[in-house]
């Protein structure tokens, strides 16, 4: 049983390229997030997914699109990299709405956007 | 709108002392209030959570936090720290029936032998 897992690690792009993150979950959850941490401002909500095929709009969600084509992962795509992104993102997922439940996190991914 | 207030930026704390990070929310309703802590390089991981019933909520690893309807506040403890919960720890809010969660900024802990 893995839990979440993040793909990938590391990444680094220059300014204008186009990548995914990958999230993956093993534990049947219904709700996934995508958020982004960044020193001194905690973590906020980019795009959330509540079942297979849906996707909603978070806190930040301008410049990432998301998809949820199968039940246990969740994309983040980021068009057109700006160096405002260069962030760490983290999924997360939760068997009911996070708002209420535990959210199961990944280790994140370190991007950096040059 | 909702908000969470974590008025530490940083705390230094020698091992052995107690601790008490503080968390004060904004909000119409009685939320639900998490804490997580996040170790360097990792992910973020559940210590405990309050809904309902008694105020005083245990957690993991020693730590229990009490809900202050009062003074709006979810103040997370541990009477005595370990180099181990050296860490960033985050308040986070929610209401009953939202997918969101509201994050406080954090507060990373330093322990000191």
């Known amino acids: 049983n893995a839990g979440v897992t993040q793909t990938p690690k590391f990444r680094v792009l220059k300014t204008g390229q186009s990548m995914t993150l990958l999230c993956a979950q093993d534990?049947?959850?219904?709700?996934m997030y995508w958020y982004r941490q960044d020193p001194g401002m905690g973590l906020r909500l980019i795009h959330y997914s509540v079942g297979e095929g849906t996707t909603a709009k978070g806190e930040v969600p301008d410049g990432y699109n998301v998809s949820r084509l199968k039940k246990q992962n969740f994309l983040l795509g980021l068009e057109s990299a700006a160096p405002s992104q260069t962030s760490v993102y983290f999924c997360a997922s939760s068997s009911r709405p996070g708002a209420t439940d535990t959210q199961y996190f990944g280790p994140g991914t370190r991007l950096t956007v040059l | 709108a909702q908000s969470v207030t974590q008025p530490d930026i940083h705390i230094t704390v020698s091992e052995g002392a107690s601790l008490e990070l503080r968390c004060n929310y904004s909000y119409g309703a009685t939320p639900y209030l998490f804490w997580y802590v996040q170790s360097p390089g990792q992910g973020l991981q559940l210590l405990l959570k309050?809904?309902?019933?008694?105020?005083l909520v245990q957690g993991i690893k020693g730590f229990e936090a009490e809900f202050k309807r009062s003074q709006s506040s979810f103040n997370l403890r541990k009477p005595s720290v370990h180099w181990s919960d050296a860490a960033e720890y985050f308040c986070?809010?929610?209401?009953?029936?939202?997918?969101?969660?509201?994050f406080g900024t954090g507060t990373r802990l330093t322990i000191i032998p």
């Open positions: 534990m049947n959850h219904e709700y």
């Open positions: 986070a809010v929610g209401l009953f029936g939202n997918e969101k969660l509201t």
């Open positions: 309050y809904f309902s019933g008694d105020t």
